[in-house]
């Protein structure tokens, strides 16, 4: 069960952190949700050669525009720098608003159980897979438009959930669980390529579908009962992909959308905003 304060809380943020950093001439112009598991989108200024994101290189379009977001553990301060070919340099720094998150103490339960041999033997080419597809980098435009739910219902559990096992911290929750029947279609958030999919289930994640967006941005369909589409396919926002399944580690049918920009987690509510009928 989720705690629907923290859930208003999260779709209050939304509206609230969401800014516009001053524009033209010699600046960034920004816009987005700066807070942790956010994603801003801005606009070097003319001129830019180089971009970096807290010291490290990341791309810009033809047109200078450009993606960031912020881990779900990201610290309070961040930086944007830009190049230009003139050797001017313009720095833009960012406050990273913290969160809280829904926190679950367990101090009677280990923090994993033992796992299994098979577990053991097939999980290192798992992650393989999924490190290889992460580093793969496509064309795809997704990036720059609003994302739209792959599916909608009830929300299960929030993005950032972790639980404290007699007093050691479990893995948080990377993305957001949507309850469903198997077999309701899921639908792309955004244009994408695909980028990993499953032939067969893997251990944790079941059936596991990846869509590259562009710039880094990735998505994750877990648990799915089917995939409908293939390694390399270019996919429209809209399209159908796969359906809602329990396959993996799941206790029941539904959804598991996590999203990730360049290793950083992001919160699915802070890319596609308020769920609704018409998503």
Same mark, same amino acid.
């Given at each position: 069960?989720?705690?629907?304060?923290?859930? &208003? !809380? %999260?779709?209050? /943020?939304?509206?609230?952190?969401? @800014? *516009?950093? =001053?524009?033209?001439?010699?600046?960034?112009?920004?816009?987005?949700?700066?807070?942790?598991?956010?994603?801003?989108?801005?606009?070097?200024?003319?001129?830019?050669?180089?971009?970096?994101?807290?010291?490290?290189?990341?791309?810009?379009?033809?047109?200078?525009?450009?993606?960031?977001?912020?881990?779900?553990?990201?610290?309070? &301060? !961040? %930086?944007?720098? /830009?190049?230009?070919?003139?050797? @001017? *340099?313009? =720095?833009?720094?960012?406050?990273?608003?913290?969160?809280?998150?829904?926190?679950?103490?367990?101090?009677?339960?280990?923090?994993?159980?033992?796992?299994?041999?098979?577990?053991?033997?097939?999980?290192?080419?798992?992650?393989?897979?999924?490190?290889?597809?992460?580093?793969?980098?496509?064309?795809?435009?997704?990036?720059?438009?609003?994302? %739209?739910?792959? /599916?909608?219902?009830?929300?299960?559990?929030?993005?950032?959930?972790?639980?404290?096992?007699?007093?050691?911290?479990?893995?948080?929750?990377?993305?957001?669980?949507?309850?469903?029947?198997?077999?309701?279609?899921?639908?792309?958030?955004?244009?994408?390529?695909?980028?990993?999919?499953?032939?067969?289930?893997?251990?944790?994640?079941?059936?596991?579908?990846?869509?590259?967006?562009?710039?880094?941005?990735?998505? /994750?369909?877990?648990?799915?009962?089917?995939?409908?589409?293939?390694?390399?396919?270019?996919?429209?926002?809209?399209?159908?992909?796969?359906?809602?399944?329990?396959?993996?580690?799941?206790?029941?049918?539904?959804?598991?959308?996590?999203?990730?920009?360049?290793?950083?987690?992001?919160?699915?509510?802070?890319?596609?905003?308020?769920?609704?009928?018409?998503?």
């Amino acid at each position: 069960m989720i705690d629907r304060r923290r859930f &208003a !809380a %999260a779709m209050l /943020a939304t509206t609230l952190v969401a @800014r *516009t950093a =001053r524009a033209g001439g010699d600046a960034f112009a920004l816009d987005g949700s700066f807070e942790q598991g956010g994603i801003a989108r801005g606009q070097v200024p003319p001129g830019t050669t180089e971009l970096q994101f807290n010291g490290q290189p990341i791309p810009f379009a033809a047109d200078r525009r450009f993606l960031i977001a912020f881990d779900r553990d990201a610290v309070p &301060a !961040a %930086a944007l720098e /830009a190049k230009g070919k003139d050797g @001017r *340099t313009v =720095r833009e720094d960012l406050q990273i608003a913290p969160r809280e998150w829904n926190i679950s103490r367990l101090d009677q339960l280990p923090k994993y159980p033992v796992p299994s041999a098979e577990f053991e033997a097939r999980r290192p080419a798992e992650l393989a897979r999924i490190k290889a597809a992460r580093a793969l980098q496509t064309p795809a435009e997704g990036w720059r438009q609003r994302f %739209a739910w792959p /599916a909608t219902g009830r929300i299960s559990t929030l993005f950032g959930s972790q639980r404290i096992y007699a007093g050691e911290p479990g893995a948080y929750h990377s993305g957001i669980d949507i309850a469903l029947p198997t077999g309701t279609p899921v639908r792309a958030p955004a244009d994408g390529v695909v980028i990993l999919a499953a032939e067969a289930p893997f251990t944790l994640e079941g059936n596991l579908l990846m869509l590259d967006h562009g710039m880094g941005l990735s998505s /994750a369909f877990l648990h799915l009962s089917r995939i409908d589409v293939h390694e390399g396919e270019a996919v429209r926002q809209g399209q159908p992909i796969g359906a809602v399944g329990a396959t993996g580690r799941a206790t029941g049918p539904h959804l598991h959308w996590g999203i990730m920009w360049r290793g950083a987690r992001i919160d699915p509510l802070l890319v596609a905003g308020a769920m609704s009928a018409a998503d």
